[in-house]
């Protein structure tokens, strides 16, 4: 998975309950992404970072929020997570037109 | 609004046949076009990609056929095996905001059977 880990991989919450999911890399990438996955809806981009401190909104980025303080590290969270939430989150980090997928984090919002 | 389409759904083979996966996008300003590799509880893989400027690329049983003027480009899978059973992705690539963005395909379910 390209240097790429995500923690937790399994996480149940509860609705209303603030989630951080954490992605980590060891590539030195400038980019990082977070997508969720949905059936039927292959992967959709929710926050992007293009540097430390930079990040942008993407496609569905409504409910979540990101940081990103050091190179290696893409925070995602929920502040308070909703049943709609509940899917399987993954990140990517990119250099130019290609991204490398981590192994995602499956969360249940209960 | 689903800016790359994807067909099928799904997609059952025998060993040995070919498999064929489509996809059409929308917007003239996507400039690469990977496709991933997906198998159960295992992120997305990088399988191959194509620029819009060439009309085929293979590696190995894997080609990828592009058509500019129609917005459409397809995976083929020659001599499926039963290790190719996994969900495929196509997707486009261009540049917005600041950095360079994927729009995916909704997937198809590939299975080959023995």
């Known amino acids: 998975d390209a240097g790429i880990t995500q923690s937790p991989r399994h996480k149940v919450t509860e609705t209303g309950t603030p989630v951080t999911l954490r992605c980590h890399q060891t590539?030195?990438?400038?980019?990082m992404y977070w997508y969720r996955q949905d059936p039927g809806h292959g992967l959709r981009l929710i926050h992007y970072s293009y540097g430390v401190k930079d990040t942008d909104k993407g496609e569905v980025s409504d409910g979540y929020s990101v940081s990103r303080s050091k190179t290696e590290d893409f925070l995602l969270t929920l502040e308070s997570a909703t049943s709609s939430q509940t899917s399987v989150y993954f990140c990517?980090?990119?250099?130019?037109?290609?991204?490398?997928f981590g192994p995602g984090t499956r969360l249940t919002v209960t | 609004q689903q800016q790359v389409k994807q067909s099928p759904q799904s997609l059952i083979v025998q060993k040995g046949g070919i498999s064929i996966i489509n996809c059409a996008y929308e917007n003239t300003a996507f400039d690469y076009f990977p496709w991933y590799q997906q198998f159960p509880g295992k992120g997305p893989a990088l399988l191959i990609a194509?620029?819009?400027?060439?009309s085929e690329k293979k590696e190995g049983r894997f080609t990828i056929s592009f058509n500019k003027s129609a917005k459409q480009f397809s995976l083929h899978i020659m001599d499926s095996q039963p290790g190719d059973s996994a969900t495929y992705f196509c997707?486009?690539?261009?540049?917005?905001?600041?950095?360079?963005?994927?729009?995916f395909g909704s997937g198809t379910q590939l299975t080959v059977l023995p």
């Open positions: 990517a980090i990119g250099g130019g037109r290609e991204q490398y």
């Open positions: 997707a486009a690539s261009r540049t917005s905001g600041s950095a360079r963005q994927l729009t």
């Open positions: 590539e030195n990438h400038r980019y």
């Open positions: 194509i620029r819009p400027d060439v």
